[in-house]
């Protein structure tokens, strides 16, 4: 299973940009898996930026990104999609969507070990 992630591109700050996450090859149902985004910027590590859970439309964010970005899913689609709105050069960093089954444990979708990832997209924000 191959996930697609697109929408990144070059966008100021302040401005607004909007990832999307689908499945190439064989379909994954999204709404039977916890869906996650993920960024790496240039130096640092992958960090968890959004998820929201299988089988309901709760959703979790980090911090620093909070009412800011909103992720969303679109069963009849079957695409995430990661709102991103008031972006800061500090968002600029490749993003990656992800799927896993299972997830046990409080904020266990926050950690990367999930079973399936997409190619990342690339998001810069100029000041």
């Known amino acids: 299973v191959q996930l697609q992630a697109s929408g990144g591109g070059l966008v100021q700050a302040g401005g607004s940009l909007r990832l999307s996450c689908a499945t190439s090859?064989?379909?994954?149902?999204?709404?039977?898996?916890?869906m996650g985004w993920f960024r790496q910027a240039p130096g640092k590590e992958r960090e968890f930026v959004a998820a929201?859970?299988?089988?309901?439309?709760?959703?979790d964010y980090t911090d620093s990104v909070k009412g800011r970005f909103f992720i969303s899913r679109d069963n009849a689609k079957n695409t995430v999609h990661l709102q991103m709105n008031s972006v800061k050069p500090e968002d600029t960093a490749v993003y990656y969507c992800?799927?896993?089954?299972?997830?046990?444990?409080?904020?266990?979708?926050?950690?990367?070990?999930?079973?399936?990832w997409g190619q990342g997209t690339l998001v810069t924000v100029s000041s």
């Open positions: 992800a799927a896993r089954y299972y997830c046990s444990g409080y904020g266990c979708y926050k950690s990367p070990d999930y079973d399936h």
């Open positions: 090859g064989r379909t994954l149902t999204f709404s039977d898996h916890y």
């Open positions: 929201i859970m299988k089988y309901a439309p709760t959703t």
